[in-house]
């Protein structure tokens, strides 16, 4: 057991050597087209400018029509910067008509668009859930169905989906954002398989915290949260649990020190303009940490997560629990 434990590791070591010392070059970017979602700001803002400088044609799809001075006038006259909300079939299908009278094959799907969301499960709305998984997986499964048929044209053709390091590791307060970040990992692996006979790569991007519109505000959202929350749940966890929350989020080391975005949009440069792009990208120590934390035994990650997370805080409804 132990001399195949150490063959496996001995050969991953060597892969990732490998590909250091000797990288496979990039394609070239002449002629071909990439379709981006969430593009507002971010790592999709980011990437719609580095891809075009690039030379690729890049198609920009932006939440809010505000925005698309900003873009255009930033990407050159290659790029289309258009309206594009990936809940709604509407907009998908006039992008699909758009893009394909241009282009008969895409080069490349990024699946970047995605909102952020907090709050435990006794705080939040089941329609707050699927909200977040609208957008967050939904959306990107309904993008992705739509454009195969231009994608599969061509063999070096691939997807690229933003996922997160809260696709592998789940962590209170986050309900919402874990299952919509699983199961957009799990949609990725399934894909990539079902896919191959095509030779259709699929990479998924698993950032951790990056400085990011994202990962701001969350104290305005948990008040926002609080507010609108009914009485006999505000009863039972008591307000004190709030403050704690948002203390906790003010302090928390991982939002802190939230890493350059730039990690990321380098990553998906890489995913789409490399001849052999990964499987999987974690880009930053904080998606590697938190990696190694959630191939721990269960109890484990459990005891650290909450030991890290409650602060000593027990729910009103709790307390009496325990008196009773």
Known sequence: MYFIIGFVVFVYISYRLYQHFFPSPDINPTGKYVLISGCDTGFGYGLAIELDKQGFNVFAGIYNSN???KLTNILSSRATVFKLDITQTEDIDLAY???SSKTKV??????????????YIDWISVDSIRQVMDVNFF????????????????????????????????????VSYNCSKYALESFSDCLRREMSVWDLRVSIIEPGFMKTAIVEGHDKTLHVLWNEMKN???????????????????NNL????????????????????NTKPHIRYRPGWQSNVMFALSQCPAWLVDFAI????????????ARSQLKD
Not at 264 to 269: P, R
Request: glycine fraction near 10%; proline fraction near 4%.
């Open 67 to 69: 925005n698309k001075d």
């Open 97 to 99: 008509e758009m893009i």
């Open 106 to 119: 895409l080069h490349a799907l990024v699946n970047n668009a995605g909102v952020g969301s907090y709050g």
């Open 139 to 174: 959306g990107h499964v309904t993008m992705t169905k739509k454009f195969l048929p231009l994608l599969i044209m061509s063999k070096d053709s691939r997807v690229v989906n933003i996922c997160s390091v809260a696709g592998y590791i789940s962590v209170p307060g986050m």
């Open 232 to 250: 006999d749940v505000k009863d039972r966890w008591g307000e004190e649990h709030l403050v704690k929350q948002v203390e906790e989020l003010s």
């Open 254 to 273: 991982l939002i802190k020190f939230a890493e350059n975005p730039n990690k990321v949009i380098n990553t998906l440069k890489h995913a789409v303009m």
């Open 306 to 317: 909450n030991k890290f997370n409650t602060g000593g805080i027990t729910p009103i409804g």
